[in-house]
Each structure stands twice: as C-alpha cells, then as structure tokens.
C-alpha cells in the first residue's frame, strides 16, 4: 500500500529548550537551547506517533553565530555580519560540521548527529537535512572538511569579478560597505574586494534588507554579462557542492530540502542529483522554489519535491483571511494538477507566519478547514511545522526576529506551547488546554487514520463547487467540497470557513456518478472519519446530500458500498 508523506519540520534550537528566560536578544546562557540529544526514542516515538513519516531538521550544519565556540577550536564570527544572537541558519560556516550549539558535548557534535540518525531509523522514520548550495557566510572557513578536499575560495583569482573556476562572486577594487548599525558594529571587519550577497546584490553597499550575512556561490553563470553560462568545463562549485552532497549522503541521510533550489542554475541539479542517487540509493530532493514557470525545468532536473507555495499556500491564507472565496482552491490545485505528485503542500513553514498568529487566521482552530483540504485534496507530500498542532503562535519579540508572526530562526528561544506537550519528556496533553488538545487531536487523527485511506494515497480527484455555485444550500463564500475516489471507495471532504454552525446541502452532478463508476440509490456505510460514527445512506443526483458543520470545521465522510 502507498504511503502518504507527512514531514515535521522542527528547529532543534527550540524544540526542546526547557529554558523559560526569554529575554529579547538573550544569550544562550540567558534563554538556553534545545540539543540533538533532545530527540530521545521517546520523543521521536512521540514525533511517529502522531503520524509523520519524515523529519527535517532545520539548521544542522554549522552557521555563523555571536555565541563563542573558540575554545573548541571554531573560528569566532565578527557579530556585525550575524543576524540575531543565534545567527541564521542559512548562513552556512562550515558544510562539514553539525552547529555546535545543537551539541551536548561539543567536540562529539558529530557522534551526537550520528546516534540521531540511527536513533530516527530505529522507528523507522526517515531524516531530512538542509543543504544550502546558493550561499554561505561571509566568513565560510570549513575547520573540519577531509584533508583531501578544497575549501571554497581556497584558489579563487579575486582580481576578476567573474571567473567559471571561482567559487565566489568579486567586486574588484571595492570594499565591503555596510550601510547600517554602528561604526563600532564595523570595527575590525573588512573585506576586499567584497563578495557579492547572497540575494545576488551585486555592489559593494550592502542593505540591512540584503542578505548582508551571506555571499552568492558562483556556479558558473556570468551574471554581469547576461548571464551567460560557462559550464564546460565543469565549475570548480560544482565540484564542491557534490563533495558536499557525497559527505552528508555517506552518514545514511534519507533527504536533502534543498535551499532557494531555484538560485542555481538547473544544470548544476541534472548533473549532481542522479549521481547522488545512484551512489546513497533513493535520498531525496526536496527543492525550495517560487517560480512556477521553473517547475517543469527542476523536477526535469531531478528534484522530487517542489515547494507550492506562490499557488496552493498563498491561496489556503488568502481563503483564511477572508481575501479570496474557498472556490478558488480548485484554481490554484488545477495550475499544476500535471506535477501534483511532485508538490509539498504546507501551512506553516519557518519562513511563514503561523497559521494562529495575528497576521493569518488568529487561531490555529480556524485554520483547520485549509489544513483539512490541503492535505486530503492529494497523495502528494504535506508539511507541519513543529508548533502548528499546538496553535503556536509565533507572537513574541525574540529579538532580531521581533513580533513578527513568525517563530525566530535567528534568536534563542523557547516555545511555551512545546514546553508544555514534552512536559519534561512525559509528551502528554496532562498541561495543554482543552483548545489545544482539540487541535492536536484532530491533526493526529488527519494524519493516522484519514491519511491512510486508499482514496488519499491513491484516489482521484472530483470538485464538487461547480455543481453548488448557484445552489441555495451551499455558500461558495464560506463552504467548500470535493471528492476523491478508487475502486469502490469514496471519500467526501467538505469545509466550513464560516464562524457559525452551518447546515450544508451538496449536489452530487450525474458526472459524479458517471466518473466514479457509481450506481445512484445504492445502499452504502458511511463513516465520518474524525469521530469513527457510521449509518446507513444513499447517494443521488436527484437531492441533495446534508451534513451539519460546526465553524470552522472540516468533515472526511468515506462511503463504502453495502455487501
């Protein structure tokens, strides 16, 4: 039988990070962090139970921070080019090494990763790791790479701007200007000739809104003249890059999100994905991108998995905040319907403001008419980020981050959501509210029951809007239905947007039955999949169907023919 794939993607930082300081700009000293060695057995089976299949976890390989590691042999970052306290995530210093403030004991950083993964694969779940291949920090300098192997900028010719072999991006003749903070922020940093940012801002002035912390890999494409591509030979990044890969693949690692894939240049992905494929078996891609026109060219290139974020997510949020009608979910499913397969679906994500965050819905109970119809519209991937079943928030000002909606990637910090569901390692509901028990409850049960049905895995897809538009029981500005179907098994899946109780009349189309093979007026056991209660009913073109919706709910009705 084929299995959904359901991801949780966590911040190990904060994940477990019993700490309750909180102070806005906090040391780690001050507000603590969360360790690799946090995800026991019982918390990954905590992690399992609830029906994931995949972890990603973010910020693993070592990135710039303001913490101190020195005295463990690891280069000290110059603050002025670190965002936030903690340092971003994507800010990568050493793609060899796993970021020592995820370590028990620091210099068994790696061991520590290590026992993680045979941990993770004991419970048969599977890992995703970043890999970042776009930019690094400023200040990249691998302290732990192979012997054998070259550091990035190792041989570059930084007298010209552009070289295929350089690895790095050159403003010759130019310093670095930072044109924010402090003169003092600035002391003792220099860099000449500057490198271009991350964000392809190719001048020396570099923005507090750039991605002042990173510089832009050159993988060959000469950006100043049109961006010609200069990729025979082989650049020297692209050969870095795969060593990389090759690194991570060896250490039994079942995916790669791979970082604004859309940054590098196709060609690059064609040439290293099957290679990587073929030497660490099926690892997969998992491409962050925002262009729908580039999806066809990525999962040509190899990527398995393309984030759908500009259509599926924007449109789920746009619905929540009451911007666009619920019928305009089937636009955004139909304009890749083709790649389905290929795209994760999420409503939160690191990047993302949470779904119960001011910003979005306000309450992560609201969200769950969106949640329920993107995970169940499809067999395809769905993401949850750690948090979201709890209705976090994602309201505090930790600092760099500030009150944002969005949980910091960059401050040290602890959820008070998290801390109160791993209650010291116990993972029970004993300190949650009745609200979030009731949100977590019905995730749990989307995700371990619905989700195994056959008619999510494998079943087709039928829009029922088009046939209520005009019908007097079904309000398009608030409800929203659809099918999903395979030989014999029926899945009805019916959303509530609307603040009160709602009695929703469906109209099953002739082309319903014609296109599931279904015979009107038959006898069938209906069962609602959320609460497990089944009777008797028919279906039929000739009335229509009724079910009473509580706000703000979804309903997942599956009809089996009587024997």
């Known amino acids: 039988m084929k299995e959904k794939m359901i991801i949780y993607s966590v911040l190990p930082r904060l994940f477990d990070n019993r700490n309750s300081t909180r102070t806005p700009h906090g040391s780690i000293e001050t507000n603590g962090c969360g360790k690799l060695n946090s995800f026991t057995h019982e ?55 796993i970021d020592p403030d995820l370590a028990e004991d620091v210099p068994d950083r790696m061991e520590e990763f290590d026992d993680l993964v045979e941990r993770i694969h004991k419970l048969r779940l599977k890992i995703i790791i970043d890999f970042v291949p776009n930019h690094v920090a400023r200040q990249y300098r691998s302290d732990v790479k192979p012997p054998y192997i070259h550091d990035l900028g190792e041989n570059d010719n ?43 801002r190719f001048t020396a002035q570099v923005f507090e809104s750039d991605w002042y912390e990173t510089v832009k890999l050159n993988y060959g494409v000469d950006y100043m003249n049109n961006g010609t591509q200069h990729f025979d030979p082989i650049p020297d990044t692209w050969h870095r890059m795969l060593e990389i890969l090759c690194f991570w693949g060896s250490k039994h690692i079942d995916g790669f999100r791979c970082d604004m894939a859309e940054m590098v240049p196709a060609a690059f992905w064609a040439w290293a ?53 619920p019928i305009q979910f089937y636009t955004a499913y139909q304009a890749h319907v083709h790649l389905q397969k290929h795209m994760l679906y999420f409503m939160e994500n690191h990047d993302e403001q949470r779904l119960a965050s001011d910003f979005i819905v306000g309450d992560g109970l609201k969200a769950r008419p969106a949640v329920g119809m993107s995970v169940l519209c499809g067999s395809n991937p769905f993401m949850v980020y750690f948090g ?66 056959r008619t999510v895995t494998e079943g087709e897809f039928f829009d029922l809007c088009y046939a209520n538009t005009f019908h007097s029981g079904f309000n398009t500005q608030k409800h929203h239905a659809f099918f999903r179907h395979i030989l014999g098994e029926y899945l009805l899946v019916v959303s509530n947007f609307s603040s009160t109780t709602d009695l929703v009349r469906i109209n099953m189309p002739q082309e319903l039955f014609e296109k599931m093979k279904l015979t009107p007026n038959v006898a069938m056991k209906q069962t609602d999949l959320f609460t497990g209660q089944s009777n008797i009913c028919t279906l039929t073109p000739l009335a229509p169907y009724e079910l009473t919706m509580e706000p703000h709910s979804v309903q997942a009705i599956k009809f089996v023919l009587q024997e």
């Open 43 to 97: 918390a990954l089976k905590a992690i399992k139970k609830q029906g994931y299949t995949h972890i990603w976890f973010i910020g693993l390989p070592e990135h710039a921070t303001k913490t101190n590691y020195s005295k463990y042999g690891i280069t000290p970052d110059f603050s002025g080019i670190v965002k936030g306290r903690a340092g971003s995530p994507y800010a990568i210093k050493d793609y060899y090494d």
């Open 273 to 325: 994905i099957p290679q990587i494929k073929e030497s660490y078996g099926n690892i997969i891609f998992l491409a962050e991108i925002y262009n729908p026109h580039a999806y066809n060219t990525y999962i040509n290139a190899g990527f398995d998995y393309l984030y759908d974020k500009v259509g599926m997510y924007d449109t789920m949020c746009n619905i929540l905040r009451g911007n666009t009608p």
């Open 158 to 200: 930084n007298n010209l701007a552009f070289d295929p072999q350089n690895n790095f991006y050159y403003l010759p003749g130019q310093p670095l200007t930072l044109m924010f903070g402090s003169e003092e922020e600035h002391y003792n940093y220099s860099e000449f000739p500057a490198k271009v940012s991350g964000n392809d």
């Open 388 to 453: 979201q079943t709890l209705g976090e928030r994602g309201m505090d000002a930790e600092g760099f981050s500030g009150m944002d909606g969005r949980t910091s990637i960059f401050d040290y910090w602890s959820l008070d959501k998290m801390q109160r569901w791993i209650n010291d390692g116990a993972y029970n509901t004993e300190k949650l509210t009745e609200e979030e028990k009731t949100l977590q409850k019905f995730y749990c049960t989307l995700f371990t029951r619905i989700c195994k049905e």
